[in-house]
């Protein structure tokens, strides 16, 4: 395994780090809360100390399976949660709230679900735009003075709204949307993003010293080698990746015309498409941990093992070609 260090955040973490968005059980996976918690400890012992949750995912239960997952390991992991994405009975899902109020509400759901003293890493979810950054910033600054957690994080901020942040308190990482075909996405399952990952944010983070934390890097398993042409009529209902009109229909199969492209020359190169796909990222020195998932021990230590790979630079260069070659085709 490949460990990187930002200047903002003392441990060198995990090039490969585990995601726990589908630790619940919930999702697309179909996976189960006992076989998630065997995923966590098989890639603790394959050298993965990243793992990324939210209390959004599977509504607190996935915060659970991992605390339950780390005990008597602790000194082992790096813990990174989010806040200010809540739910309720009324609204549903995907409440963007980061008042004062609803975080000292919120860390100690979060500390209690996951069972332990402090949060390594804190991250603000998504911007909420009815809140001013300050007032969260303040409130944050007072959750690290407690010692309630250590680092403040972002996901999903624009750099005009993350500047406004570090003018309070410095940020240590940025976790955003990056793969192959998400260089510079505009939407995430037609949630709008206002930023772009590729050409402001990876360089922006690496200027600063900040953890540069990709999320969905198989582009929703597009790039997983397992995603074939009518597989969108396949996806079972409450599949989240039915919400993506970049995985259906017509765009899924021009997607899977540059995967074959791909395909060779991960076959050339002695890879599989994962493989390659998972080196493309991690060849980018500013690239510090990659937000991996997987529900069982198997797919865990597969995970891992994705940590030792080093791109050839012609292998890199042959697979960007392509990637360009896409973009140009899409007007970008």
């Not at 990876?202 to 600063?208: F, G, H, I, M, V």
């Amino acid at each position: 395994m490949q460990y990187r260090k930002v200047s903002r955040i003392a441990e060198p973490l995990s090039v490969v780090g585990f995601g726990c968005w589908s630790s619940a059980g919930y999702n697309w996976t179909g996976g189960s809360q006992q076989e998630s918690d065997r995923a966590i400890r098989a890639a603790i012992d394959h050298g993965i100390n990243f793992f990324d949750v939210a209390p959004i995912y599977g509504f607190g239960e996935s915060e659970k399976v991992l605390g339950r997952a780390i005990k008597g390991q602790r000194d082992k992991v790096f813990v990174a949660t989010k806040v200010g994405l809540r739910w309720n009975e009324i609204d549903g899902p995907g409440i963007n709230n980061l008042t004062p109020e609803s975080i000292l509400e919120e860390i100690d759901l979060s500390l209690k679900r996951l069972d332990i003293d402090y949060i390594d890493l804190y991250q603000m979810h998504w911007m909420d735009h009815k809140t001013p950054i300050e007032e969260t910033m303040h409130t944050l600054v007072q959750l690290q003075k407690a010692g309630k957690i250590r680092y403040i994080g972002a996901s999903n901020f624009s750099l005009e709204e993350l500047d406004k942040a570090e003018k309070v308190a410095p940020i240590a990482s940025h976790q955003v949307l990056y793969n192959m075909f998400d260089r510079n996405s505009d939407d995430y399952c037609n949630n709008p993003l206002e930023y772009r990952s590729e050409d402001e944010i990876l360089p922006d983070s690496e200027r600063k010293g900040m953890a540069f934390i990709p999320y969905s890097p198989l582009h929703q398993g597009l790039l997983s080698g397992r995603f074939y042409r009518g597989r969108d009529k396949d996806l079972k209902p409450g599949d989240m990746r039915l919400t993506n009109p970049q995985l259906l229909g017509e765009e899924l199969n021009k997607k899977l015309a540059v995967v074959d492209q791909l395909k060779a020359i991960a076959d050339q190169a002695g890879l599989s498409l994962l493989e390659l796909a998972m080196g493309w990222l991690i060849k980018h020195p500013g690239v510090t941990t990659i937000i991996t998932g997987s529900r069982t021990p198997e797919q865990a230590i597969s995970s891992a093992a994705t940590g030792d790979i080093v791109l050839d630079d012609e292998v890199y260069a042959r697979a960007t070609r392509v990637m360009d070659d896409y973009e140009r085709s899409r007007g970008k």
